[in-house]
């Protein structure tokens, strides 16, 4: 399978768009992309590594899945995660390693994990500062796939260098000028995509612009760069991020060979009394019908998430216990539908009839039991993202089973 697309996540208004970037002049982000929800009152955004969008909108920051609904407000899913102090922010962007960096109005640079407990204070109790000073003068920052960091200076130039660790390392007299003219009206957006291309788009034209970064040997980037549409100015926020949303499942294929019986336990399903009071053998015949339901769920670590209204039903075997071998296996003569986001039930029904012969003045208890299997099961699902890309994704599916009807009976005192 080929790696996830890179997409281009747009805000303009309230709306959010999301497609491919533009691969020609003629290609027209705006006439093709997907608006895929609304972000109203949005100042900030940016997508981590994993394709998960944090979002400023006033004093406060919120992540979620990238939105996939177009009548669907983001933050009324997404989950609240800073509470206050956001809106002092000038910049908010990610290394490639999933770590924080965010720009105080104030200059501080500030470092640290994603937040994720609007109760913390992350400025002020999980982020390190890494600066004290003068960050706000830059037009711009963003970092390469190697975690190099890139800033536009108000002298319009572009430098670079390994990111700051401590307030007395000397970014300024480190960095290395790799533009030396031309950057600041390039500042609108700026970012690297996973083929280590540099997208900027013009402020005064909307000009965007894809081309070779530039070293301090090479330090022309317009001339070596590919003009690839206009007026992306209209987008006030704009991001990269990876196409990692769950549209429909392909198919499903269940490892039965790598299960495991997690718990066996009797489970009792029908009971009887017979009483004879008489002097002479009473013949009963026990019967019974019953029908079990059996739970199970799919584990949901594998990364992607699921698009609102995505079709997320399938058809496949499923798993059992052979009662033969006391092990998994999966049941392909008979598909089931199953719901890979909501708990799936199944029925399996038990049924029996046995003769009971009562001895004269005494009483018997008729009992059907059977086994409940506790399984965990990995599975491989191909699944169509939302635009389109193919992959394999992983997990584990957990389920009930019930087997080895057994009947009996032992003598009952009334």
Same mark, same amino acid.
């Not at 790696?3 to 093709?32: E, H, M, Q, Y």
């Not at 994603?114 to 204070?121: I, Y």
């Not at 890139?150 to 670079?160: C, H, I, Q, S």
């Given at each position: ?7 281009? +996540? ?79 922010? #000038? ?11 965010? %720009? ?21 109790? $999980? ?5 004290? !000073? ?22 319009? #130039? ?13 970014? +300024? ?36 612009? #894809? ?28 991001? +990269? ?18 299960? #495991?019986?997690? !718990?066996?336990?009797?489970? %009792? %399903? ?8 008489? !002097? ?13 339901? $059996? ?10 998430? %699921? ?12 798993? +059992? ?94």
């Amino acid at each position: 399978m080929s790696t996830p697309d890179t997409i281009l +996540f747009a805000v303009r208004g309230s709306s959010a768009s999301a497609g491919l970037p533009p691969k020609n002049i003629k290609d027209s982000f705006f006439d093709r992309s997907t608006i895929v929800g609304k972000l109203s009152n949005v100042s900030k955004i940016v997508f981590n590594p994993h394709g998960e969008l944090f979002a400023v909108r006033g004093k406060e920051l919120y992540r979620g899945s990238m939105p996939s609904n177009v009548d669907q407000d983001w933050f009324s899913t997404a989950k609240r995660v800073g509470k206050t102090n956001w809106d002092k922010l #000038k910049f908010l962007l990610f290394d490639p390693q999933g770590v924080l960096y965010a %720009v105080t109005k104030d200059g501080e640079l500030y470092k640290g994990p994603a937040p994720s407990n609007e109760n913390v204070s992350w400025l002020y109790g $999980e982020a390190t500062k890494v600066a004290i !000073s003068a960050w706000n003068n830059f037009d711009n920052l963003f970092f390469d796939l190697k975690g190099n960091l890139y800033a536009v200076t108000n002298e319009d #130039k572009l430098v670079m260098g390994s990111p700051p660790t401590n307030p007395d390392d000397r970014w +300024f007299v480190s960095s290395t000028t790799v533009g030396k003219s031309g950057w600041r009206v390039l500042s609108h957006f700026m970012a690297v995509s996973p083929d280590e291309a540099l997208w900027c788009v013009d402020s005064s034209n909307g000009n965007i612009y #894809k081309g070779p970064i530039p070293t301090k040997d090479d330090t022309s980037y317009l001339d070596r760069a590919e003009k690839l549409g206009y007026s992306y100015n209209m987008y006030p926020l704009m991001s +990269f991020t990876i196409d990692k949303t769950m549209l429909n499942i392909v198919s499903c294929e269940f490892l039965s060979e790598l299960g #495991k019986i997690t !718990s066996q336990t009797s489970e %009792v %399903v029908q009971t009887q009394i017979y009483v004879n009071k008489s !002097s002479s053998p009473l013949k009963h015949t026990f019967t019974f019908s019953k029908t079990l339901t $059996e739970i199970s769920t799919f584990s949901h670590d594998h990364g992607f998430t %699921v698009a609102v209204g995505a079709e997320t039903t399938f058809k496949a075997g499923f798993p +059992f216990v052979a009662e033969a071998e006391y092990k998994i296996s999966v049941n392909v003569s008979t598909t089931h539908n199953w719901n890979f986001k909501e708990e799936n039930q199944t029925q399996t029904t038990f049924s029996s009839s046995t003769d009971v012969e009562v001895p004269a003045g005494c009483a018997i208890r008729m009992i059907a039991s059977v086994t409940k299997g506790e399984m965990e099961v990995p599975y491989r699902m191909v699944i169509r993202t939302l635009f389109g890309y193919e992959t394999t994704i992983t997990g584990t599916w957990k389920g009930v089973n019930h087997y080895n009807l057994m009947v009996t009976q032992e003598d009952y005192k009334p």
